[in-house]
């Protein structure tokens, strides 16, 4: 009985190991994800394309991210994270090396096996927290996971861009990048434990639609994925996307003002997925959690468009980013709401779901006021009903957090 014990301590301790060299995987996915906004120019030189065909190609990213977001999900449960991070940090480093060679096909190879493979960074790293840490600490692991892909974007452009400007090679950019993701693949291989004997007697006798069905059959993972999506999405789509032509264009300010006001929602998002993790993880519940930050991120909004004198809007930006770190929250819900067998699958469908809300919601907002931002004559009223459709989709997910099953440790008492 001691020694299972010692055996399961060990095990855990690996599992953790994993988790760590997991996050320098989806660090590099992230710093990879943003890199190429800074490269158009060397990029359109390099493929032989027009600027607008490099951001196209870029694009295709997404392609295979969201499709390989619910295959990693399944891989994870069926093969456990030895293999499946192996997989798919290796595959996104081959896809950074083929990144350099002067072919458009090529290029866009590469760019679709970056998205395949980086699909598999977050739900891996998130399976191997859960199999390294107690549940109760599950909230704030998946917190800091985030925070570190979050680093991992911003160095993407605030370290990169500076090297490049100082002679760093595009290319060198790419092997580097490529050379990191290698590295902690082979070591994940050796170090990361194979599932128990349990695990894979019960994958055996799983078929790969199965996880499909149990997860897609409870409403809490509907739920969970439409909430995260809500909260997700005046992050990515606002703040990170529009926020700067935003701030230009509607509110006056200098192009480095806007860019260095938008980037504080995304510095709070560092800091707030694991401080909201660790306060969900203290109280022992998910819920109560969930709706502070969307209360949080609806003050800094109404502080924003009614009382913008009273903070600095980038005070404002930052803690509106600190409270929207509870957008994380539910990827703890999701897994707690399903049984131990499907979790891999349960975060891949997490980010399908959040991935489905952004698409959905992103062209409905370009129309309605991102694409007519240049030819508006109420600069002001533009800016304020715009701020405003992000209000009314964090009401939304403050109601449907009302319907969700609470998961935290104290509901399980």
């Not at 060198?172 to 082979?186: N, R, V």
Request: some cysteine; proline content about 3%.
């Amino acid at each position: 009985m001691q020694q299972n014990s010692s055996i399961a301590a060990s095990s855990k301790k690996l599992f953790i190991i994993a988790w760590i060299l997991g996050l320098v995987f989806y660090f590099i996915d992230y710093a990879t994800r943003s890199a190429p906004s800074l490269m158009i120019a060397d990029l359109a030189q390099n493929f032989s394309i027009s600027k607008e065909g490099v951001v196209s190609l870029v694009g295709t990213y997404y392609y295979t991210y969201s499709i390989c977001a619910l295959v990693a999900g399944i891989c994870l449960d069926k093969f456990g994270a030895k293999y499946a991070m192996f997989a798919g940090c290796f595959i996104l480093g081959i896809g950074c090396i083929l990144f350099i060679v002067s072919s458009q096909f090529v290029g866009e190879t590469g760019r679709l096996l970056q998205g395949a493979g980086s699909a598999f960074a977050f739900p891996g790293c998130v399976y191997l927290a859960t199999k390294g840490f107690d549940s109760k600490y599950l909230a704030t692991a998946i917190g800091f996971t985030q925070c570190i892909g979050m680093l991992g974007g911003s160095a993407g452009q605030f370290v990169v861009a500076p090297m490049l400007e100082d002679g760093f090679s595009f290319k060198t950019f790419w092997i580097g990048a490529g050379i990191l993701c290698i590295i902690p693949a082979i070591a994940m291989l050796v170090v990361t434990p194979k599932s128990s004997k349990e695990e894979i007697e019960k994958s055996k006798n799983t078929s790969f639609i199965e996880p499909f069905k149990i997860i897609f059959s409870n409403k809490d993972s509907w739920l969970s994925g439409i909430i995260s999506g809500l909260l997700f999405i005046p992050t990515t789509i606002f703040a990170m996307t529009w926020a700067v032509a935003f701030f230009k264009l509607d509110l006056g300010y200098t192009p480095h003002d806007a860019a260095m006001t938008a980037a504080m929602a995304s510095l709070g998002w560092v800091i707030g997925c694991p401080l909201m993790g660790m306060l969900t993880d203290k109280i022992g519940k998910r819920k109560p959690i969930i709706l502070l930050g969307c209360i949080g991120m609806i003050m800094m909004f109404l502080q924003l468009i009614y009382l913008p004198d009273m903070i600095g809007t980038k005070i404002t930006l930052f803690i509106f980013g600190v409270f929207s770190g509870v957008a994380m929250i539910p990827y703890s819900v999701i897994k707690e709401a399903n049984p131990d067998y499907v979790k891999g699958s349960a975060t891949g469908v997490q980010n399908f779901l959040t991935f489905g809300v952004t698409s959905l919601v992103g062209p409905i907002f370009a129309k309605m006021y991102g694409n007519e931002i240049i030819n508006v004559t109420d600069k002001l009223g533009h800016f304020h009903h715009a701020i405003w459709f992000w209000i009314i989709g964090i009401v939304l997910a403050i109601i449907l957090t009302l319907f969700l099953k609470e998961t935290g440790q104290k509901a399980k008492v």
